[in-house]
T-cell receptor
């Protein structure tokens, strides 16, 4: 079956440092989505990547989809305390629209 | 536009009881998915309904069931509750499962926190 690992599980950074979370799959993904869940909140959709090698930016956030569509990353430049939360990738396999979530990366930002 | 509404927000039940959770999707959204969130297992997919039909089902026992009504509102039911069913149950809606070759994004409700004692 499809195996997608999201790493790291936890990340503590000093405010102003950069942060990156990765989702790595053993098989090709149709597309990948990223969500953010603030403490006590619910997941909120950030972005979807569909094309091989795709790169999208949202202010300080940069999302990448690998050339082989087997991995993806979310990079935050100069973290702020408002970036605190858990970041999830969500993916579906070929021919399926069921969205499966990675285990998430919990980001803590030390002011 | 109103968001996804889940009721109740909190529930406390005893082992062996059953429970029904409700979800009202965003207006115009015809797909509703349910997820179970626990600290140890993360977000686990339960099932997705579209146009009153179950389209996908996760790896949960038959004690977990759901349905969708003609107005797209959905309910999920858990029978014979176990301690391990304690979790945050999240409902998410989207216009439809797919859109122009890609997945439609999910819009989540605030969840129902179920505690089984």
């Amino acid at each position: 079956g499809q195996q997608v690992m999201q790493i790291p599980q936890y990340q503590h950074v000093q405010e102003g440092e950069d942060f990156t979370t990765y989702c790595n799959s053993s098989t090709t993904l149709s597309n990948i989505q990223w969500y953010k869940q603030r403490p006590g909140g619910h997941p909120v959709f950030l972005i979807q990547l569909v094309k091989s090698g795709e790169v999208k930016k949202q202010k300080r956030l940069t999302f990448q989809f690998g050339e082989a569509k087997k991995n993806s990353s979310l990079h935050i430049t100069a973290t702020q305390t408002t970036d605190v939360g858990t970041y999830f990738c969500a993916y579906s396999g070929a021919g399926s629209y069921q969205l499966t979530f990675g285990k998430g990366t919990k980001l803590s930002v030390i002011p | 536009k109103a968001g996804v509404t889940q009721t109740p927000r909190y529930l406390i039940k005893t082992r062996g009881q059953q429970v029904t959770l409700s979800c009202s999707p965003i207006s115009g959204h015809r797909s509703v998915s349910w997820y179970q969130q626990t600290p140890g297992q993360g977000l686990q997919f339960l099932f997705e309904y579209f146009s009153e039909t179950q389209r996908n089902k996760g790896n949960f026992p038959g004690r977990f069931s759901g349905r969708q009504f003609s107005n797209s509102r959905s309910e999920m039911n858990v029978s014979t509750l176990e301690l391990g069913d304690s979790a945050l149950y999240l409902c998410a809606s989207r216009i439809r499962p797919s859109g122009q070759g890609s997945n439609s994004p999910l819009h989540f409700g605030n969840g129902t926190r179920l505690t089984v004692t």
